[in-house]
């Protein structure tokens, strides 16, 4: 089921810009709207869990992106993209910019659409390390697209799913939010072992095995 806000008019855009006075504020509807997100946990990955594995994803997506040649800047602008992109599945099926905040599109279709997550991860590798706007682009696109990846891999488990390629599938591991250390922990995990495999030459990696090792002996 496609709400009548399937279509993003214009007319909804400038309601959000320049709110009616019965839709209060555009900071009271922005804040209203991030609130709606965090609370309906029922059908995903909990708000917090996605929060976390988003500053996973923005640690991984600086890392690749310095490893291709970026700079300072670009390594920035792809950590702050990976945080907000690790939400923007959920953020972007809410209707902001209504008063009633409903979703405008099913929950789980189009915004977790696995194919358009990964075609952006690829176009925007494809432009990394080409330097200046080019370069500063990329890095966000691609900071955004490992976001919603991780964001995708972390509802993948519950019992709703993920429509990867066509229909939703599902691990069906758990109930969605009850095992969301498992998943902020792998994230955290893959953002170790890219961080100090680009940043650190896996010396950290090597003091991690010396003391299991140790600890073994
Ligand atoms: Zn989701």
């Known amino acids: 089921m496609i709400g009548h806000y399937a279509v993003f008019p214009l007319s909804h855009f400038r309601k959000f810009m320049f709110p009616p006075a019965r839709c209060g504020k555009p900071r009271a509807n922005i804040r209203a709207f991030f609130l709606q997100c965090v609370c309906r946990q029922d059908f995903m990955a909990s708000g917090k869990a996605h929060h976390a594995t988003g500053f996973a994803a923005g640690?991984?997506?600086?890392?690749?992106?310095?490893?291709?040649?970026?700079?300072?800047?670009a390594c920035g602008l792809a950590m702050v993209a990976a945080i907000a992109?690790?939400?923007?599945?959920?953020?972007?099926?809410?209707?902001?910019w209504s008063r009633a905040r409903r979703l405008w599109i099913t929950h789980r279709t189009?915004?977790?659409?696995?194919?358009?997550?990964?075609?952006?991860?690829?176009?925007?590798?494809?432009?990394?390390?080409?330097?200046?706007?080019?370069g500063a682009g990329a890095a966000f696109a691609f900071g955004f697209a490992c976001g919603g990846l991780i964001h995708l891999l972390a509802d993948w488990p519950?019992?709703?799913?993920?429509?990867w390629i066509h229909a939703r599938h599902s691990l069906n591991l758990w109930t969605s939010g009850?095992?969301?250390?498992?998943v902020v922990g792998a994230s955290w995990i893959a953002?170790?072992?890219v961080a100090d495999d680009i940043w650190f030459h896996h010396a950290y990696?090597?003091?991690l095995m010396n003391a299991l090792r140790t600890l073994h002996a």
């Open 178 to 182: 009850h095992c969301d250390l498992i």
């Open 110 to 134: 189009l915004t977790h659409w696995g194919v358009g997550w990964a075609a952006m991860l690829a176009v925007s590798w494809h432009f990394l390390g080409r330097g200046g706007d080019y």
């Open 205 to 207: 990696g090597h003091m």
């Open 191 to 193: 953002a170790f072992f």
């Open 158 to 163: 519950n019992p709703l799913g993920v429509p």
């Open 59 to 73: 640690i991984i997506a600086a890392a690749l992106v310095s490893g291709t040649g970026g700079n300072h800047l």
């Open 85 to 96: 992109g690790a939400t923007a599945p959920d953020w972007l099926e809410v209707a902001w």
